[in-house]
């Protein structure tokens, strides 16, 4: 997108999306937004399953979606909320996993310290949000991607991403 867009900038889908790609690209299979049953519901969607070539393993993938670090830990705990309603099959072990995605942004009066702010949000990321794992991604090709409109005042680096594993049987 020549550093002029990224998916991050956008919502809970473009930034699933992405993670639906990258399970194709590592060899599995993805489907998103398809039909489930959940607890107190007849039926819902799941944000995203993955499957491997194999037949061997298969993940459930719940997703939130915020703009702010500080809101991470909030998000999580709804993605797992929700998480938890879903029914899965019968005699099918599956893993069931909550995730965050936080693309952050940076006030562009701050541009010029834009390392320094990610380096920030990461250490608060490493000591204060609690999960199973978590990953980043900050490209210098939109590490300084302008938002527009009411967000024109701020620069959106990258994206976070929070997991939180929870196991059904």
Same mark, same amino acid.
């Given at each position: 997108m020549e550093g002029e867009d990224a998916p991050f900038y956008y919502t809970e889908r473009?930034?699933? @999306?992405? *993670?639906?790609?990258? &399970?194709?690209?590592?060899g599995w299979l993805a489907l998103e937004e398809f039909g489930v049953?959940? %607890?107190?519901?007849? %039926?819902?969607?799941?944000? #995203?399953? +993955?499957?491997? +070539?194999? @037949?061997?393993? @298969? =993940?459930?993938?719940e997703a939130k979606h915020?703009?702010?670090?500080?809101? &991470?830990?909030d998000a999580l705990s709804q993605a797992k909320g929700d998480a938890r309603k879903l029914l899965v099959r019968k005699n099918e072990e599956a893993l069931v996993i909550a995730v965050v995605f936080v693309a $952050?942004? +940076?006030n562009?009066?701050?541009? =010029?310290?834009i390392n320094v702010k990610i380096r920030e949000i990461l250490r608060y990321a490493s000591s204060k949000i609690k999960c199973d794992a978590y990953a980043w991604?900050? $490209?210098f090709s939109v590490r300084n991607l302008k938002g527009g409109g009411s967000y024109k005042n701020y620069i959106f680096p990258g994206v976070l991403l929070?997991? =939180? #594993? *929870?196991?059904q049987k």
């Open positions: 473009a930034n699933v @999306g992405v *993670l639906s790609g990258a &399970a194709w690209k590592a049953k959940k %607890r107190g519901k007849k %039926r819902g969607s799941c944000d #995203l399953y +993955i499957h491997s +070539i194999d @037949g061997k393993q @298969g =993940e459930y993938i915020t703009w702010s670090i500080k809101s &991470a830990s $952050p942004s +940076i562009k009066k701050f541009e =010029e310290q991604s900050f $490209p929070f997991a =939180e #594993l *929870l196991i």
